[in-house]
Protein backbone atom coordinates (compact mmCIF):
# COMPACT_ATOMS: atom_id res chain seq x y z
CA UNK A 1 0.00 0.00 0.00
CA UNK A 2 2.68 2.21 1.11
CA UNK A 3 4.00 1.90 -2.75
CA UNK A 4 0.94 3.05 -4.08
CA UNK A 5 0.72 6.16 -2.43
CA UNK A 6 4.40 6.63 -3.14
CA UNK A 7 3.40 6.44 -6.98
CA UNK A 8 0.13 8.54 -6.61
CA UNK A 9 2.37 11.71 -5.02
CA UNK A 10 5.04 10.96 -7.85
CA UNK A 11 2.72 10.66 -10.28
CA UNK A 12 0.82 13.62 -9.18
CA UNK A 13 4.09 16.13 -8.49
CA UNK A 14 5.44 14.58 -11.94
CA UNK A 15 1.95 16.01 -13.73
CA UNK A 16 2.33 19.25 -11.63
CA UNK A 17 5.72 19.99 -12.68
CA UNK A 18 4.59 18.80 -16.43
CA UNK A 19 1.85 21.58 -16.44
CA UNK A 20 4.32 24.04 -14.77
CA UNK A 21 6.88 23.44 -17.83
CA UNK A 22 3.96 23.47 -20.41
CA UNK A 23 3.00 26.68 -19.16
CA UNK A 24 6.38 28.12 -19.16
CA UNK A 25 6.97 26.69 -21.92
CA UNK A 26 4.28 28.59 -24.15
CA UNK A 27 4.75 31.99 -21.99
CA UNK A 28 8.28 32.06 -23.48
CA UNK A 29 7.23 30.87 -26.88
CA UNK A 30 4.58 33.57 -26.97
CA UNK A 31 6.71 36.26 -25.59
CA UNK A 32 9.43 35.44 -27.91
CA UNK A 33 7.07 35.45 -31.26
CA UNK A 34 5.68 39.00 -30.04
CA UNK A 35 8.96 40.27 -29.56
CA UNK A 36 10.06 39.05 -33.08
CA UNK A 37 6.80 40.56 -34.34
CA UNK A 38 7.48 43.91 -32.52
CA UNK A 39 11.22 43.45 -33.93
CA UNK A 40 10.72 42.97 -38.06
CA UNK A 41 7.58 45.98 -37.57
CA UNK A 42 9.95 48.74 -36.03
CA UNK A 43 12.75 47.79 -38.49
CA UNK A 44 10.15 47.60 -41.65
CA UNK A 45 9.15 51.42 -40.17
CA UNK A 46 13.27 52.23 -40.27
CA UNK A 47 13.59 50.84 -43.60
CA UNK A 48 10.60 52.79 -44.75
CA UNK A 49 12.03 56.32 -43.33
CA UNK A 50 15.52 55.26 -44.05
CA UNK A 51 13.95 55.09 -48.54
CA UNK A 52 12.23 58.53 -47.58
CA UNK A 53 15.30 59.92 -46.69
CA UNK A 54 17.56 58.20 -49.24
CA UNK A 55 14.58 59.38 -52.14
CA UNK A 56 14.38 63.05 -50.94
CA UNK A 57 18.66 63.07 -50.83
CA UNK A 58 18.75 62.10 -54.56
CA UNK A 59 16.25 64.51 -55.47
CA UNK A 60 18.00 67.21 -53.36
CA UNK A 61 21.53 66.20 -55.11
CA UNK A 62 19.63 66.23 -58.65
CA UNK A 63 18.74 70.33 -57.68
CA UNK A 64 22.29 70.69 -56.61
CA UNK A 65 24.35 68.76 -59.56
CA UNK A 66 21.88 71.02 -62.07
CA UNK A 67 22.54 74.21 -60.31
CA UNK A 68 25.88 73.14 -60.58
CA UNK A 69 25.92 72.63 -64.42
CA UNK A 70 23.65 76.17 -64.94
CA UNK A 71 26.26 77.94 -63.07
CA UNK A 72 28.91 76.61 -64.68
CA UNK A 73 27.39 77.01 -68.03
CA UNK A 74 26.87 80.56 -67.55
CA UNK A 75 30.52 81.08 -66.69
CA UNK A 76 31.45 79.18 -69.69
CA UNK A 77 29.55 81.67 -71.89
CA UNK A 78 30.72 84.29 -70.08
CA UNK A 79 34.50 83.36 -70.81
CA UNK A 80 33.41 82.48 -74.14
CA UNK A 81 32.88 86.22 -74.83
CA UNK A 82 35.57 87.78 -72.55
CA UNK A 83 38.43 85.78 -73.64
CA UNK A 84 38.31 86.69 -77.20
CA UNK A 85 38.30 90.38 -76.09
CA UNK A 86 40.98 90.15 -73.84
CA UNK A 87 43.60 89.04 -76.38
Known amino acids: MATKKQT ?7 SKVLDAVIKT ?3 A ?3 TE ?3 MKTIKLSEKGLKRSEKLVHKGFTMSAKHQNTMFN ?5 KGKLVTFLPKSK
Open 71 to 75: TLEMI
Open 34 to 36: RLA
Open 25 to 27: NDF
Open 29 to 31: LDT
Open 8 to 14: TIIDATT
